[in-house]
């Protein structure tokens, strides 16, 4: 029955992407009598204001030179550090590379929170020789994923401050992790929050058997595929085996910066590097969190500080190696070109999930409200499919980049011919 039930879901999720192409024809057909209705009206305008005005990095070249191709990718998702927003760039740069994705085999995750194998990708799309990027959430076991991507992958991923990290964690989880819901209903009774119920004795809703609790303590050593329940001998050496295999682990606290290094590693400039942030909660579903509160995550996810702290140290060793200063004007030059990107982009933003088209609707969970962003309405064709990439939430990219859905129903985007629906 396990079979029938992962078949099941398999064919829920195919059907999801059909659906998703329904929206998609519609919206770009409505797109397209709209422009009719006003051929005279389009004049021819460049890509991205930002992209005409040269200007120089401190590597001295013009972002228009060609840059190499990026080697192969293979970015860890963390859960709740801002990697939405990452992830969104590595789609829209492995679009213009024509990069092969190694996607899950079904739905947006590797079978997740089951640690990672090599059979959870998808076929490599015709044509490609090798995986060039994956992105999507798994719970790592480097070994398996070695077999997945080229020898020359350049692994990197994004860590928080894990107090913010786990806060986030459990107010978008708190229905779906077990120990989180335990904690709710409790806290329903006593009529205070469910954050501070479960932390006043986080082990008597915690059952350490219960794989879906993973994210319940220490998430981001549980993503890592550390052991995230308690500290013992060898978790020193399953860290300093991240630390070899990652050559960047970006601080979400230090987003920008963390994106130079990252061009700088990849050959990247500044108008790949631009983004907007994604998959970010409203004002209101962010809890303000007291001392003793603070002190009560930092202990409870003990693993994730250390983790955080080590990696914190590394980050800056590496930004000193690339010069604090050039850092900090790279950083400045990146908000440059990111924020005119969003000024061509965007209309509004923090735009609550119910005035939000399906397109650009981020997925919402029972216990927080997620926030998208409304484009602009006189966009030309090419900056429509360029802005509409930039604030896809990651669901509708992994569907329609997936199966190069979206690829073909955007205009202005050359589509790709490894369409490959399995029978
Ligand atoms: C530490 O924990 C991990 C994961 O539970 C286990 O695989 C490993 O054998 C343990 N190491 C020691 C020295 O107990
Ligand atoms: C689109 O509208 C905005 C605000 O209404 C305006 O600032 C911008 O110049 C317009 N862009 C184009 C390409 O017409």
Redesign the pocket.
């Known amino acids: 029955s396990e079979m029938t039930l992962l078949w099941l879901s398999r064919q829920l999720w195919r059907h999801r992407v059909k659906g998703l192409l329904v929206t998609l024809v519609k919206r770009t057909s409505h797109e397209d009598d709209r422009r009719a209705a006003a051929t005279t009206d389009v004049r021819p305008i460049p890509e991205d204001p930002g992209k005409a005005r040269p200007h120089t990095s401190t590597r001295g070249h013009p972002t228009e030179s060609k840059r190499r191709r990026p080697p192969p990718l293979a970015f860890l998702k963390i859960h709740k550090t801002g990697s939405s927003t990452v992830q969104n760039l590595l789609f829209r740069l492995g679009e213009k590379e024509k990069a092969a994705f190694a996607f899950p085999y079904y739905t947006y995750q590797f079978a997740y929170p089951e640690r990672f194998r090599s059979q959870f990708v998808d076929e490599l799309p015709e044509g490609a020789a090798q995986f060039d990027i994956l992105c999507s959430h798994m719970r790592l076991d480097l070994a398996q994923l070695r077999q997945v991507m080229p020898q020359n992958t350049v692994f990197f991923t994004l860590l928080r401050d894990p107090v913010r990290t786990f806060e986030s964690v459990f107010s978008y989880f708190t229905a779906t992790v077990p120990a989180f819901a335990q904690a709710k209903a409790a806290a329903a009774v006593a009529r205070k929050s469910a954050l501070s119920v479960f932390l006043e004795s986080p082990e008597s809703f915690w059952d350490p058997g219960e794989i879906r609790n993973g994210l319940a303590k220490n998430p981001m050593c549980f993503d890592l595929g550390l052991?995230s329940?308690g500290w013992?001998?060898?978790?020193p050496e399953d860290l300093a085996q991240l630390e070899d295999a990652f050559q960047l682990v970006m601080i979400a606290e230090h987003f920008d910066e963390s994106l130079v290094l990252l061009g700088a590693l990849l050959g990247l400039d500044h108008e790949d590097l631009a983004y907007v942030r994604l998959n970010a909660r409203s004002a209101g579903s962010v809890a303000t969190l007291d001392e003793g509160t603070v002190g009560r995550l930092r202990s409870w996810n003990a693993l994730d500080v250390l983790l955080y702290d080590f990696f914190l140290q590394l980050f800056w060793e590496k930004a000193e190696l690339y010069g604090l200063d050039r850092l900090e004007r790279d950083a400045a030059l990146l908000r440059e070109a990111a924020e005119r990107l969003r000024q061509t982009c965007v209309a509004r933003r923090g735009v609550p999930p119910g005035d939000l088209e399906d397109l650009l609707r981020p997925w919402q969970t029972d216990t927080a409200t997620v926030v998208g962003y409304e484009l602009r309405a006189n966009l030309s064709q090419q900056q429509q499919g360029r802005c509409v990439r930039l604030t896809l939430p990651e669901l509708q990219y992994h569907t329609s980049a997936g199966k190069n859905l979206l690829i073909a129903n955007i205009p202005g985007i050359v589509r790709h011919s490894n369409v490959h629906l399995r029978k």
């Open positions: 052991n329940q013992n001998a060898s978790w």
